[in-house]
């Protein structure tokens, strides 16, 4: 299963430097509907079999040109919803990185628990649940390998990412989900692969593989690699 992680288009928050995390009514700036269309044509020529997406509304407008171009109806998820920030909801960043916690944040977000919020280990917890849910919910619906779409936010990308990665928490600042970004990561019964991080450019088909057949009761041929493995000194494509 290969799942796309979709951040949703420039905000006008995001223009505001200021943290919007679950404010009602955060729109996408001229720019963000730009990149929404543009999807379009980054995205349209894959197989995308379904959109999940956060239930905030820079998500959906983000996800609405594609959608209908493709002629599906989004799933919206609670579970990979934007960080529930608390107090700091709203402020703009040059007041918070003034914070205490701020450094927390920055070194050790796996302590890091918002003011009135959630923490980061919580929110890795329930969005990486909600990834692999799918996962499973749509292997069983068209029983073969599925590209499908998650359109959700930078922390949550970031933490489902650093899942895939095997890396701890503390280290998912160091992962970069800028807006309209893609990032993709391809299940296996095995173990995740990232296949792309933070994905700006155009056609994104140019440069996703095709997903792997199912794996074979068929005893290996020499030179096969077991579906899930990972090909010693790198990959023959």
């Not at 995740?192 to 009761?217: D, R, W, Y």
């Amino acid at each position: 299963m290969t799942v796309l992680l979709l951040r949703h288009g420039r905000s006008t928050s995001n223009t505001a430097h200021t943290l919007a995390g679950r404010s009602e009514g955060v729109d996408l700036d001229d720019r963000g509907r730009e990149q929404a269309a543009a999807l379009v044509e980054r995205l349209g020529d894959l197989p995308i079999r379904a959109i999940v997406r956060s239930p905030l509304l820079r998500c959906e407008r983000t996800v609405e040109p594609l959608a209908a171009a493709l002629g599906l109806q989004p799933v919206v998820d609670e579970r990979i919803v934007e960080v529930d920030y608390g107090s700091w909801t709203g402020r703009t960043i040059g007041e918070l990185v003034k914070e205490p916690l701020w450094a927390v944040v920055q070194q050790q977000p796996s302590a890091a628990v918002f003011p009135e919020g959630e923490g980061l280990a919580a929110v890795q917890a329930r969005a990486v649940a909600a990834i692999r849910d799918h996962d499973r919910r749509l292997a069983a619906e068209h029983g073969a390998d599925v590209v499908w779409v998650a359109c959700t936010h930078g922390d949550v990308i970031k933490s489902v990412l650093a899942d895939a990665l095997g890396t701890h928490l503390d280290s998912f600042q160091r992962i970069n989900a800028d807006p309209a970004s893609v990032s993709v990561i391809r299940y296996t019964p095995l173990r995740p692969f990232v296949i792309h991080v933070n994905h700006t450019g155009v056609a994104l088909n140019s440069t996703l593989t095709t997903p792997p057949a199912p794996p074979s009761t068929e005893k290996p041929q020499d030179g096969d690699v077991p579906s899930g493995d990972a090909v010693i000194g790198g990959s023959t494509e």
